[in-house]
Each structure stands twice: as structure tokens, then as C-alpha cells.
């Protein structure tokens, strides 16, 4: 048997249907009053860039509820804190400027989704506003808005994300991080690795 391989737009929207005339006219070029509340009370977000090889790349950023600064209507700027120096996503953005992000505000259902063009800036007359316990980001990303929008509750409502009976016992179900990364890269004492992790988490969190 071979599946049956979905590979022109036209295939696609003749699967789906159009979408309503609500859904089409949602997207805006730019924040009004409601999508600045949105990230004003959001302290997590998922950051998805890619290179110029196409590989995509999805990373989480969280902070204080409103640590996305909006500048104004068509600029928001997203501090970068302290991690592991991969700088994935900050390398896919000087090489392919286009990213999408993705708002959550813990039990609300909806999101918030602005694409747009990203630059990296070390300016630290924008940076230093940002400072955490007197430690300002070492950059950060403009984020020039493209498209704007709210999107539907159908998959926290289908997920149940934020019920408290959805919530798991995290020692019970998953071994500790340092556990599954010293198996990750061939470490033979995980428990140490564990007590690395949340000693570098509580030195270097700013």
C-alpha cells in the first residue's frame, strides 16, 4: 500500500474547504489593545525559526508575565536569558530573518500567533529595561510584526493543558533531566549530572 501524498495547494484546499470569512479577516498587520494585553500577561512563549537550509528549529522562552516588551503597534523586542550557548535560534535568525511566535497565558485556552522579520540587537539603551536582578540580556530580538492573530481553544480544550487533574508526578513517569541527558550523551552517573543541572539553574538563571 502507499499513502496517498498531499503535494499541491490546490490538493490541500480542495481536502479542506475554505475557511470561514471570520477565520480569513482574523489576521492583523499590526497590535491592537487586545494582543497587547495578550503578551502583557504572558510569560511563555514558543519561538520557532529556521536556518537557510530550511531546517526548523521550535524553542521555549519564558519569563515574568509582560518580559516581551512591546515598543509599539509593529515592534516587540524578546530578551535572550542565560542557557546553553547553543544559540540555535538566534544563528537561524541571522541566516533566515522570519519567525513565528507563539503566546501562552497559563489557563487561558486561546493564543496569540505574530510572524514576522527578526534582527539580533546588543543595543543596551534598548537591552538595559530588560535587566533581571541588575543583569541586562546579552541580546535580544526585534521583532517587526507581519501578521498578528488570535487562535482557538480547540487543542488546550482537547488537551486538557492546564486542568488540574492533567497534571502528572513528575518522579513517577519520567526519569530526572540529568538522568535522560547523561544517557543522552554517554554519562555514567546521572544523579550527579541532576544535582550539576539545578545548581547551574539556581547560579545562572539571569
Known amino acids: 500500500m502507499t499513502d496517498h501524498v498531499i503535494d499541491t495547494f490546490e490538493e490541500l484546499r480542495s481536502s479542506y474547504g475554505e475557511p470561514s470569512e471570520r477565520a480569513a479577516k482574523k489576521t492583523l498587520d499590526r497590535l491592537d489593545g487586545h494582543c497587547r494585553r495578550f503578551i502583557e500577561l504572558s510569560p511563555f512563549l514558543v519561538l520557532a ?19 516581551v516588551d512591546v515598543l509599539d503597534d509593529r515592534t516587540v523586542l524578546l530578551p535572550d536569558r542565560p542557557g546553553n550557548n547553543r544559540v540555535d535560534s538566534l544563528g537561524n535568525v541571522l541566516e533566515n530573518p522570519h519567525v513565528g511566535l507563539l503566546f501562552m497565558i497559563p489557563g487561558v485556552n ?5 510572524n514576522g522579520r527578526a534582527t539580533l540587537t546588543t543595543d543596551p539603551t534598548r537591552l538595559g529595561p530588560l535587566s533581571v536582578k541588575g543583569r541586562a540580556p546579552r541580546s535580544g530580538l526585534l521583532v517587526e510584526v507581519e501578521e498578528v492573530f488570535l487562535h482557538c481553544t480547540k487543542a488546550f480544550v482537547r488537551s486538557h493543558l492546564w486542568a488540574e487533574e492533567s497534571r502528572v508526578d513528575r518522579r ?10 547523561a544517557d543522552h ?18 547560579k545562572t538563571l539571569y
Open 49 to 67: 525559526t529556521a536556518g537557510a537550509d530550511g531546517r526548523v528549529d521550535c524553542s521555549p522562552r519564558g519569563d515574568p508575565p509582560g518580559f
Open 110 to 114: 486561546e493564543t496569540l500567533r505574530l
Open 172 to 181: 513517577s513517569v519520567l526519569p530526572s533531566f540529568g538522568q535522560m541527558l
Open 185 to 202: 550523551v554517554g554519562l555514567p552517573d546521572g544523579e550527579a549530572l541532576e544535582r550539576e543541572v539545578q545548581d547551574r539553574i539556581r
